[in-house]
């Protein structure tokens, strides 16, 4: 009975430490990307109040920008300064045809860690359009749109 324990907790803890490569099609993540700017729609819940601005790296007196490792990790940086580093698992990643793109991107949405779902968005060879989180989380009612190019 021992070793049938001791052989669950083994495979748990490997499987809780689960990353993945960048390779094959992933591997056009590979790559320091340089945010350039992030459309804010603001408290969209009440009309009469919302407004949208437009954060970039000028406005905002800092710069952000993430960088993909070949061994299944990513980067965040602040500034040109290391902030994290998080271990990826995909939850998602295909082509897809955005609707409000010109062309087609793929869409993907990473665990971090292999936590929940914490950075979304689409790609294409030299854009990146991240969806609710980094670098501006969204609020309740806001809605953050970041978009990144590869440096």
Excluded at 38 to 59: A, G, M, R
Excluded at 85 to 112: C, G, K, M, Q
């Amino acid at each position: 009975m021992k070793i049938t324990s001791a052989a669950v907790i083994v495979i748990a803890f490997v499987t809780s430490c689960k990353k993945e490569k960048l390779e094959g099609d992933k591997s056009i993540l590979i790559g320091d990307w340089e945010w350039i700017f992030t459309k804010d729609i603001v408290d969209y819940c009440d009309p009469d109040f919302s407004y949208t601005q437009i954060l970039t790296p000028v406005t905002e007196l800092t710069s952000f920008q993430l960088k993909f490792l070949e061994k299944g990790k990513v980067q965040f940086f602040q500034n040109n300064q290391l902030l994290e580093t998080n271990r990826i698992v995909f939850e998602a990643f295909y082509p897809e045809d955005a609707s409000d793109l010109d062309s087609t991107y793929t869409y993907f949405s990473i665990a971090l860690d292999n936590e929940n779902s914490d950075l979304q968005g689409y790609f294409n060879d030299d854009t990146m359009i991240v969806i609710r989180d980094f670098p501006h989380p969204e609020g309740y009612c806001d809605i953050t749109t970041s978009y990144f190019v590869r440096k």
